[in-house]
């Protein structure tokens, strides 16, 4: 079994989509990550929805979560304006959210060490050759565990 056998097809927006759309997906679809795609198709960023979360939270709760618990309920309506007039690549930028990729060839253990390590619940599997990055699909996290455990 290869990253090829194990990718599947995911939903993702491109850099230039609203951050308020790329938000509104990942809540309707309740997926576990964003995936951004450029304006080639190639894996922008991908970055967990608690990392979402964290980047529309006011810094100063981030830092001292005890105060989330005295601010009142208008402060969550601010959290969603956080989200106008951002693009998705200014949201989730790329800096801060590299995208975990590997080839097509990856055994599952290599997917998963990745994964691991870079906390992301989501892999892209891409392919190059002479005409560039091919996005195949992405291996997710649940994906991984129903092949260890023999479910897949």
């Known amino acids: 079994m290869r990253a090829r056998d194990l990718a599947e097809t995911y939903p993702f927006v491109t850099t230039d989509d609203s951050a308020m759309d790329a938000a ?3 809540a309707e679809r ?20 608690s990392q979402l979360l964290r980047q529309l939270l006011p810094h100063y709760i ?4 005890l105060l989330a618990a005295v601010v009142d309920e208008r402060s969550d309506t601010d959290a969603a304006e956080r ?4 693009t998705a690549a200014e949201w ?16 599952p253990m290599e997917v998963a060490a990745l994964m691991a390590r870079t906390r992301s619940p989501l892999v892209a599997v891409i392919e190059r050759d002479a005409a560039g990055v ?3 699909g992405t291996v997710t996290a649940a ?9 897949a």
Do not use: K, N, Q
């Not at 989730?92 to 055994?107: C, E, I, L, M, N």
């Open 24 to 26: 509104r997906m990942l």
């Open 30 to 49: 309740a997926l576990p990550a964003l995936l951004v795609l450029d304006a080639d198709g190639h894996p922008y960023a991908i970055v967990p929805g």
């Open 62 to 65: 981030v830092e001292d979560p």
């Open 83 to 86: 989200l106008t007039g951002l």
């Open 92 to 107: 989730a930028p790329r800096s801060a959210f590299p995208p975990p990729v590997v080839g097509p060839d990856a055994r």
């Open 134 to 136: 091919r996005l195949l």
């Open 143 to 151: 994906r991984l565990m129903a092949h260890f455990i023999g479910t």
